[in-house]
């Protein structure tokens, strides 16, 4: 069955460090997307691609790099964390139904 | 710019009730999609519904289903004969897709737990 992984699931990291998150989808779905969940906000998005080389800012892109060599893979970049990126983070995909399909989260703390 | 509020932080219903989660949104444009997604303990988010605001006729799933109030800028969730498994975080969401931007609002979520 086709799916949308995440890893890892849980990450613990100091402030100032580059951690990047990994998401992984077999739907072959050209869209992919990056939330974070924090309670108070619902999820934000933080950046997405339509494909092979495009990416695109969302609501809340700062401090946040994401790349797309091909299609399976959207990997998210913490260029170096800060406290305030403890979260949540969500990776979906999504093809032109516009239903997004998310992956399990990741779990981040920066101390 | 777009806001989704639901202002009904956390419900509870009894299992085999019904139960009703609101949600409302400001936007200024007139084609758009809305969506729930149910969040269970379990963190996976999954679709409930969607609805694509250029259609009148509310969205039926199963024991799920839409009042759309395009007018009123309303699109509450109603839930038939509720069981325990839709014990869950409900979010309502709301997509614009246009000129190369994508604007995916999510609300901020309602508990819901069904009582046995």
């Known amino acids: 069955d086709a799916e949308i992984t995440q890893s890892p699931r849980h990450k613990i990291t100091e402030t100032g460090r580059q951690v990047t998150l990994a998401c992984h989808q077999t739907?072959?779905?050209?869209?992919m997307f990056w939330y974070r969940q924090d309670l108070g906000h619902g999820l934000r998005l933080i950046h997405y691609?339509?494909?092979?080389?495009?990416?695109n800012k969302g609501e809340v892109s700062d401090g946040y790099s994401v790349s797309r060599s091909n299609t399976e893979d959207l990997p998210l970049t913490l260029e170096s964390a800060a406290s305030s990126q403890t979260s949540v983070y969500f990776c979906a995909s999504s093809v032109g139904s516009y239903t997004q399909y998310f992956g399990p989260g990741t779990r981040l703390t920066v101390l | 710019a777009q806001t989704v509020t639901q202002s009904q932080p956390e419900m509870s219903v009894q299992e085999a009730e019904t139960v009703t989660l609101s949600c409302t949104y400001d936007t200024s444009e007139n084609n758009y999609y809305l969506f729930w997604y149910k969040q269970p303990p379990s963190r996976q988010m999954i679709l409930v519904i969607r609805?694509?605001?250029?259609?009148?006729q509310n969205a039926t799933e199963n024991r799920f289903s839409v009042n759309f109030q395009k007018a009123a800028k309303s699109f509450s969730l109603k839930i038939s004969d509720s069981q325990l498994g839709d014990t869950a975080m409900y979010f309502c969401a709301f997509m614009k897709h246009a000129s190369g931007t994508y604007k995916y609002i999510f609300g901020t979520g309602t508990r819901l737990k069904v009582l046995a």
């Open positions: 739907w072959n779905h050209n869209n």
């Open positions: 691609s339509y494909g092979v080389q495009d990416t």
């Open positions: 609805q694509e605001a250029y259609k009148q």
